[in-house]
C-alpha cells in the first residue's frame, strides 16, 4: 500500500509516479491545473510587461486591449501592438480565451 502523505489518501500498490499519473487526468476548465497544463497550451503571450512604447506577442493574435471596467481600448489581429493610445496603467489584454494583465508606464 502506498500512503501520499501531502494529500492524506491511501492508494494500495500504487508508487508515486502512477497516482500523479492517476491525478493528470482531472482538469478544470479554464484553469491550468498542472504544469503540463500550462506547457502544452496554445495561450497567447506578450512581452515586454511593463512596456512603454510597444508590446509584442509569440505569434499573430485576435486580440483585444481593455481595462478593469471592460471599456475597450484597442481590438486587432497582429503580432505587436503600439502603447501610444493606451493610458497609464494597468490594463488587460485578451485573446478570445484568456486574459493577461498588462501594465502601461508611460514618462
Known sequence: MFFVKELGHCY????PTEHWNWLKQYRLNG???TVDDIENS???NFYPNPCKDKIHFN???NYTIFDIGG???LKDIDNSVSM???PKG???V???KISRKLVVIKD
Open 90 to 92: 494597468m490594463s488587460f
Open 94 to 96: 485578451n485573446d478570445g
Open 59 to 61: 505569434n499573430k493574435v
Open 71 to 73: 471599456r475597450i481600448f
Open 31 to 33: 484553469v491550468s491545473a
Open 84 to 86: 501610444y493610445d493606451l
Open 12 to 15: 494500495p500498490n500504487w508508487a
Open 42 to 44: 496554445n495561450s497567447f
